[in-house]
């Protein structure tokens, strides 16, 4: 096992930018993650497999997939790159989970923003980029 993902989608990009560079892997309980998401938990997430033999040129490829992913982005108030997707803590997200967890139904979204851990501050779209305009 190379990696654990909460959702399908982050799982697929990567099966697939791993799968570019001729690493070949699968995803482990995806379906099962995927139809019932409360499972995840219990399942350990869905599993991104690799063979032994291409395990550390997997590693180093997704060290740069991460690099890449943090330097894209930045917070707009103090330009850090230390920015994360996180679920908000707070009222809501607690309630959230108390809620479910009598219902024993699934979980509802909780509040997620992106968090900058160089100045704290809190945002939930990502600035739009700069259109690179072309030299005529």
């Known amino acids: 096992?190379?990696?654990s993902f909460d959702?399908?989608?982050?799982?697929?990009?990567?099966?697939?930018?791993l799968d570019e560079e001729g690493i070949t892997c699968y995803l482990k309980d995806e379906y099962t993650v995927t139809i019932d998401p409360i499972l995840s938990n219990a399942v350990g997430g869905i599993k991104l497999m690799v063979?032994?033999?291409?395990y550390?040129?997997?590693?180093?490829?997704?060290?740069?997939?991460?690099k890449d992913y943090r330097n894209a982005?930045?917070?707009?108030?103090?330009?850090s790159n230390e920015v994360?997707?996180?679920?908000?803590?707070?009222?809501?997200?607690w309630a959230t989970a108390i809620?479910?967890?009598?219902?024993?139904s699934y979980a509802l979204a909780a509040e997620?923003?992106?968090?900058?851990?160089?100045?704290?501050?809190?945002?939930?779209?990502?600035p739009e980029a700069p259109i690179a305009q072309e030299q005529v």
């Open 1 to 3: 096992m190379l990696r």
């Open 7 to 17: 959702n399908y989608i982050n799982a697929s990009i990567t099966l697939a930018r």
């Open 51 to 54: 063979h032994p033999g291409d």
């Open 56 to 66: 550390e040129e997997a590693c180093q490829l997704l060290a740069g997939f991460d």
């Open 73 to 79: 982005l930045t917070c707009p108030k103090c330009g």
């Open 84 to 93: 994360e997707y996180i679920s908000k803590p707070g009222v809501k997200t």
């Open 99 to 104: 809620l479910s967890w009598f219902f024993s």
């Open 112 to 126: 997620q923003v992106y968090h900058c851990y160089a100045c704290e501050f809190e945002f939930r779209d990502l």
